[in-house]
């Protein structure tokens, strides 16, 4: 019942700290053209592109998108992002080197495999691409096509993530997304045939109608696919922020105990078929980044996810878009109306951001160790800042509560989640949010 205590509280996923619900107008285009001009030149940075349309609304969706059955409002996006990518290369010191590229959404793909190759070749031109760059694109095996494959390969695509969710026709039709084993089989098939064989296959588990049986039954379909990695989800109910999770009935959902029950069912699948477990919700072949990042303490989170990617800088580009730079974070207009205005005015789309304090990287540091790890050394890390670890108000008696329940063991400053509670890395992560309401 402990487990069930803290995994029922509604917790930032820290992709990032401090999370977005601490970003302000205070932080506009002014300050992200400042912050992109002192950028050093030789660090490589990340890129990001948000896609932010579909041809239908996922029930359980929680990620800013469009639903439109016509190509034109697509093209007339591309057209501003193109824009965008040109205004936000010519604030920049220089072509700057980037190393990994994520395509997301959205739907990306739903783009015309001409539209992506000439997106592709403007970022290529802006842009230092290195000779290794991981370029990676989030795919609805529904709409995806031969063609669109062929065009993911000429583009020199070597990573794609293949949204499954679940299998189970029950589930499927409670949260309006039918998709059969096939289909998704025929596009795995198709990125292999075109070289691309770094498969990403995501699942989630707290679905309506779910049961620890059926998100087995498509944890062992999808392993017979043998991607590389596989993110498990769990599904994150917030119908007052997201108005089409309305339709989701909320009686058809699972307790928080049969939750915890499905996570760790599908844990003991993926592990029993040769998986690695990285983080709470990631699972890789021993010979994949993520696997051989979390070996070496290299692990990162960030707004993808766990990820392998080291850069410091993430550059992110379309509507709602998040990036992150040396200083802090900015946030892009959320609207495809107000970001295509900004763009067409020749502006920077910024709508808001955070500045960073010296407190924020230290908390943030020991978050993302925390997530990454499962455990933290918050002596060696603070001392790493600059900062004395013992001044973080709150924290020793979340930290107290959290041991005396048996989640984690905490000695002389270094953390450590035990061996079963996994799950609730949340929980833990969460004491040392500043921003965090405990009460």
């Known amino acids: 019942m402990l487990g069930i205590k803290h995994s029922e509280a509604r917790l930032p996923w820290y992709f990032n700290y401090p999370t977005a619900t601490q970003f302000s107008a205070a932080i506009g285009a002014e300050t992200y053209g400042e912050w992109l ?163 990403n296959i995501d699942l989630i588990y707290g679905l309506p109608n779910q049961t620890m049986q059926s998100c087995v039954q498509t944890a062992t379909v999808a392993v017979a696919m043998r991607p590389q990695r596989l993110a498990v989800f769990g599904y994150a109910h917030a119908p007052s922020s997201n108005k089409h999770q309305r339709l989701v009935k909320k009686a058809a959902l699972p307790d928080g105990a049969a939750r915890a029950e499905q996570a760790a069912a599908v844990a003991e699948t993926l592990v029993g078929a040769g998986y690695r477990q990285i983080g709470f919700d990631h699972f890789a072949l021993p010979d994949d980044e993520l696997a051989l990042a979390q070996k070496s303490g290299r692990l990162r989170r960030n707004s993808q996810g766990y990820s392998a990617d080291t850069c410091k800088t993430l550059i992110a580009f379309g509507a709602s878009a998040i990036g992150r730079v040396g200083e802090g974070y900015v946030e892009n207009e959320a609207t495809l109306e107000a970001y295509s205005q900004q763009i067409a005015a020749g502006c920077l789309a910024t709508s808001k951001g955070y500045r960073l304090t010296g407190e924020d990287r230290v908390r943030g540091a020991i978050i993302e160790r925390l997530m990454c790890d499962l455990e933290a050394d918050v002596p060696a890390i603070c001392a790493a800042h600059g900062s004395d670890w013992t001044h973080f108000p709150g924290s020793a008696e979340r930290l107290a509560m959290l041991a005396d329940d048996g989640i984690v063991d905490v000695e002389n400053g270094f953390i450590r989640v035990r061996h079963g509670h996994r799950i609730l890395l949340r929980s833990v992560a969460a004491a040392f949010d500043a921003y965090l309401d405990h009460s």
């Open 37 to 199: 001009d002192g950028l050093p030149a030789n660090d490589s940075v990340s890129l990001y592109i948000h896609i932010p349309f579909c041809r239908s609304m996922c029930w359980y969706c929680g990620c800013p998108t469009t639903i439109t059955r016509r190509d034109a409002p697509i093209q007339n996006y591309v057209a501003a992002l193109r824009d965008e990518i040109r205004l936000v290369s010519e604030l920049t010191p220089q072509a700057l080197p980037v190393s990994d590229v994520h395509f997301g959404g959205g739907t990306p793909t739903l783009l015309e495999p001409k539209e992506f190759l000439a997106l592709m070749e403007l970022l290529r031109r802006r842009f230092a691409f290195r000779q290794n760059i991981a370029i990676a694109v989030e795919i609805d095996p529904r709409t995806f096509t031969a063609q669109m494959a062929e065009a993911l390969g000429a583009a020199g695509v070597n990573r794609a993530s293949l949204g499954v969710q679940s299998f189970d026709p029950f589930v499927q039709k409670a949260i309006n997304r039918v998709q059969s084993v096939e289909q998704t089989a025929i596009a795995v098939e198709n990125l292999r045939q075109q070289g691309i064989s770094r498969i």
